[in-house]
């Protein structure tokens, strides 16, 4: 048969993401200062949009309340009211823009913008990608292999490969991996070496990291059996490379936090609160709408007062499902997590995405992203929502049965172990991992090592 280019055409479905959906899933993931800085921008850019004389910047005496017995939502509303012209309109909207706190991006926000300016990605692609950078920690790394984040939900491994090379796809360079050595590896495959080299630099870092410095590349050199000079290029190279990528940006864990919700326990029951006092109420401008009303205006003109009018329109409307989704996401945690928020970090129990979304009536990734930099304040201190969501361990209750408790409360059990220790032994990885079984919880040694290192505790032989 002839070979050669040839034209055909064919049908498929093929879902694209909207402005305004894209736009929707980006104000669920931003913390309150990027989301001030976001309204900030539009106040500027649109003159459509206007802060109402009854905005209440400052307080939260008008914010909904809940006990953890109420599941009703319908009472969380926010009118916008466009029906009487205000005149000091535009001087609140200078004195937000002037006094409105400015924050860096964090690193998990830019990963998530250039997943949104994507094109013809795929859905489920798209949705565990944001599973993945939402688990990342700052640094830029797994806090989690991806395919353990995906248990029980139905992405495929393939599906989930497909979100991880994108991912790592994005700048900077060198994330979505487990550890500064991968990123290392990563940033090189990016940057154009030789398969050789390429090779070469892979064995450096993978295997000699502690003999890359001046003075051990000679017997490095001969330890890979390899050319010097390729040792000393590949050096070289390794040294212009960022090991921790993430480190250039805001760091979520670091930056000053501002809560936007508290649950506190008030005469026996939970109170719920949300604040929206960093978030001005915003309306659309009467004397703006008036104006695209009027006759004889030529097309421009009119495209421009209504491209701006339903600008306006969207942005009040995703603000609003922003705090109404973050709302109903907090009282379904003072519902599942109701012995943590009574007794403390103690009683933490392991909770799933899959669990909550459950509960709020939306999809998994929606929790993911409206858990994502957002602050809860309790009565034992400030947690971010993230923290609530943890796998669990089997252990053993008082009456022979056995119940899940999160990893948290384990890493906790752990940590006390090891401080309380006052026999000068330096108790070891499965001295701790006996004593945690004498207490009904069962975990390997190994695992012990693991949270432990998670931790930031040294081993017994380094204690």
Known sequence: MPQGQVLSQSMRQEQVLSAQMLQKMALLTLPVNELQDTIRKEIQENPALEIPGNNSIGTTDDVPQQSANDTAYDDFSQSYGTDTADPDASDRKSAFIENSAREDVSLQSYLMQQLDDTDNLDEDVYNAAQVIITSLDANGFYTQQPLMLFEGRPETPQTVEAAVNLIRSFDPPGVCVRDYRESLILQAQRGGL???????????????MEDLRPGRLASLARQLRADEKDVNFCFGFLKELNPFPGAGFADTQQVFVVPELSVHKVDGRLELNINRANAPDLSISEDFTSLASR??????????????????????????LRYQTLYKTALALMKLQRDFFLEGPSKLRPLTLKDVAAEVGVHETTISRISQAKWIETDWGLFQLKQFFTQGLTTRTADGGHEEVSRNVVKDKIRAIIQSDTSGKKLSDQKISDLLAAQGIKVARRTVAKYRTELNLDSSYDR
């Open 295 to 320: 006759p004889g205006l030529n097309p421009e003109e009119k495209n421009f007062l209504n491209t701006s009018i339903d600008r306006a329109r969207m942005l009040i409307s995703q603000v609003e």
């Open 194 to 208: 030789e398969p050789d080299e390429l090779e070469l630099l892979t064995r450096m870092v993978r295997d000699h």
